[in-house]
């Protein structure tokens, strides 16, 4: 059974960090390239960042570009990404996802299979 799960979120101050982990079961993560997403309340789902499954390389959106990295660990099946100088517009729930690869379109959600229940990370003061 495929299964995704992410963990790591929280309550954070403004110029915080958290990083958060999706774990893979039941299949290679290193088969898929993985894809980051958040919604928050009222709001359309959005790509946050990609990550490929052979080379590595990386998107990232330009609302978290210079303060968020993702990174994964094969040996592990698991992706993280790391979320520095986190703000309000930050808070959301996080999912992970995973797709064939890091298309140039990456943030459609239309291109990924499977995904995790989410994380809820809550940047506030």
């Known amino acids: 059974q495929v299964q995704l799960v992410e963990s790591g979120g929280g309550l954070v101050q403004p110029g915080g960090s958290l990083r958060l982990s999706c774990v893979g079961s039941?299949?290679?993560?290193?088969?898929?390239?993985i894809g980051w997403f958040r919604q928050a309340p009222g709001k359309e789902r959005e790509g946050v960042s990609c990550?490929?499954?052979?080379?590595?390389?990386?998107y990232y959106a330009d609302s978290v570009k210079g303060r968020f990295t993702i990174s994964r660990d094969n040996a592990k099946n698991t992706v993280y990404l790391q979320m520095n100088r986190l703000n309000a517009d930050d808070t959301a729930l996080y999912y992970c996802?995973?797709?064939?690869?890091?298309?140039?379109?990456?943030?459609?959600?239309?291109?990924?299979?499977?995904w995790g229940q989410g994380t809820q990370v809550t940047v506030s003061s």
């Open positions: 996802a995973t797709a064939p690869l890091c298309l140039t379109t990456w943030g459609d959600t239309g291109q990924y299979d499977y």
């Open positions: 039941g299949f290679p993560l290193d088969y898929y390239a």
């Open positions: 990550i490929s499954s052979s080379d590595g390389f990386t």
